[in-house]
């Protein structure tokens, strides 16, 4: 998986036609985004990340980031891999006592790990290519036009 290209948590919003959030990542020095509708609970997980807010007790993606750090695994960097049947794909690619191994996990899991530990974010360019979103050269017009996608997009849209 060669050519895989840089990205950056945009933001976490709401789909108002699901009710469903949705985490976008942009592409670094694009304007592309890729919209991926997640789970309330990997939702609430990356926002607090990103806010700074701790919670009361560790969520489970604390904990993974804690087992990690007690094994002295590196979580060398979050690759969405694929999109199949309306479904996204990732791995997160992991190093320990001089080994390394990719796991398959949820993108939204993936993403939750990657904020707390500061790893660098990736998507396949097919993935890209089949789900991204092009914005507009002004930001605000960029985030109008998302805001509107949002409202009429629905994640079967996706499918292949």
Not at 117 to 124: D, E, K, M, S, V
């Amino acid at each position: 998986m060669e050519d895989l290209l840089p990205m950056e948590v945009h933001g976490v919003n709401l789909d108002v036609m699901t009710n469903q959030p949705v985490v976008i990542l942009r592409e670094v020095g694009s304007k592309r985004f890729l919209p991926i509708w997640i789970g309330q609970f990997e939702a609430t997980a990356i926002l607090m990340e990103i806010q700074g807010v701790a919670p009361s007790r560790p969520l489970t993606h604390d904990l993974m980031k804690t087992l990690m750090d007690e094994l002295h695994a590196t979580l060398d960097r979050v690759v969405v891999t694929d999109l199949r049947d309306g479904t996204f794909y990732a791995t997160l690619s992991v190093s320990v006592n001089g080994s390394h191994v990719d796991v398959d996990a949820r993108p939204s899991d993936a993403i939750a790990l990657a904020v707390r530990n500061g790893t660098p974010i990736f998507a396949a360019p097919e993935v890209m290519e089949r789900a991204a979103i092009v914005g507009d050269e002004n930001e605000e017009d960029e985030v109008e036009r998302f805001r509107e996608f949002l409202d009429t997009i629905k994640p079967e849209d996706f499918d292949a």
